[in-house]
C-alpha cells in the first residue's frame, strides 16, 4: 500500500506504483510513471517523461525530468528514463532530452549525491556513483561502475570508460579511458583504478595486464597508433584489454592520456 502525504501534489494521469513513499510538498507530474517502492521525500519534485524503477530514491528538493536547458530545443516528446535502486539525493537535477523522443538515462543502483545535474541526452549505465556538485553537460555517456568525484564539470560529448574513477576538482574535455585514475592539474592519467579493480573482483592478473596497457599507452612516449598496435603485439586479447583498445579507436573527442 502507498503512503502519499496529504500535502503531497500528484497530477492525474500519474501512474504511481504499489508500496510507494511520497512525503510532504512532494510534486509528482502527469507523465511520471513512479515504480513500486519508491521514495519520493519531502519537497521533491518528478515531472516530464519520466519513468523511474522500482525501490529509488528522490531526496528533498531534487527534481527528476525537467525540461532541457539546450536552447535548440523546439518541441516534442522527450523522456528520463531511471534503473531501479538508484539514489538521488538533495538537489539533483535530471533532465530531458532535447530532440523528439531523445532520453536522458540513468542505470540501476546507481548514486547521484547532492547538487549532481544530468544534462539532456546523458547515459549513466548501471552502477555509476558521482559525488557532490559534479556536472554533465549534454550527451555525456558514463560506463558501468565509473565513479566520479566530486565538483567537476563534464564536457558535452564526452564519454567516461568503465570501472573508471575521476578524481574531483577537474574540467574534463576528453574521453576518460575505461580502468584507468584521471586526476591533476593538468588532468591526466595516474595509473589504473587499482583500487576500484580490486574491489569489483578483477584479478591480479587482469590487473597487471591493465596496467602494463597504461604504461605503453600513456609512459612509453608512442602516439595512439602506435600505442595500440604494441598492445595488440605484447598483450594477450583478454575482455579488458580489447575493450580499452576498442575506447581509444572509437574516440571523437580525444582520450586523456
Known amino acids: 500500500m502507498s503512503r502519499i502525504h ?4 500528484i497530477e492525474d494521469g500519474a501512474v504511481i506504483g504499489n508500496d510507494v513513499e511520497v512525503g510532504p510538498y512532494a510534486v509528482i507530474g502527469k507523465d511520471a510513471i513512479i515504480g513500486n517502492g519508491c521514495k519520493i521525500f519531502a519537497h521533491a519534485m518528478v515531472s516530464g517523461n519520466t519513468t523511474l524503477g522500482e ?28 534503473g531501479s535502486r538508484t539514489v538521488m539525493r538533495e538537489y539533483v537535477t535530471i533532465n530531458c532530452g532535447t530532440s523528439d523522443g531523445e532520453i536522458t538515462k540513468v542505470g540501476a543502483d546507481c548514486l547521484l549525491m547532492a547538487y549532481c545535474h544530468v544534462a539532456h541526452g546523458c547515459v549513466l549505465e548501471e552502477r555509476v556513483i558521482v559525488s557532490n556538485s559534479t556536472s554533465f553537460a549534454g550527451d555525456v555517456h558514463v560506463g558501468r561502475y565509473a565513479t566520479v568525484s566530486g565538483l567537476n564539470g563534464v564536457h558535452q560529448f564526452c564519454r567516461i570508460g568503465a570501472y573508471s574513477m575521476v578524481g574531483p576538482i577537474l574540467a574534463v574535455l576528453q574521453d576518460v579511458p575505461p580502468f584507468m585514475l584521471v586526476a591533476g592539474n593538468p588532468v591526466g592519467v595516474k595509473g589504473t583504478n587499482n583500487v576500484g579493480l ?60
Open 6 to 9: 496529504s500535502t503531497a501534489i
Open 55 to 82: 525501490e529509488c530514491e528522490v531526496h528533498p528538493f531534487a527534481h527528476i525530468g525537467g525540461k532541457t536547458q539546450d536552447l535548440k530545443y523546439k518541441g516534442g516528446d522527450t523522456f528520463v528514463e531511471v
Open 198 to 257: 580490486t574491489r569489483r573482483g578483477f584479478s591480479d592478473e587482469t590487473r597487471n595486464l591493465l596496467r602494463s596497457a597504461y604504461r605503453i599507452l600513456c609512459r612509453s612516449g608512442l602516439n595512439v597508433t602506435d600505442a595500440i598496435s604494441k598492445i595488440q603485439e605484447d598483450l594477450p586479447e583478454i575482455p579488458e584489454i580489447l575493450e580499452l583498445i576498442e575506447f581509444y579507436k572509437s574516440s571523437k573527442r580525444g582520450v586523456i592520456r
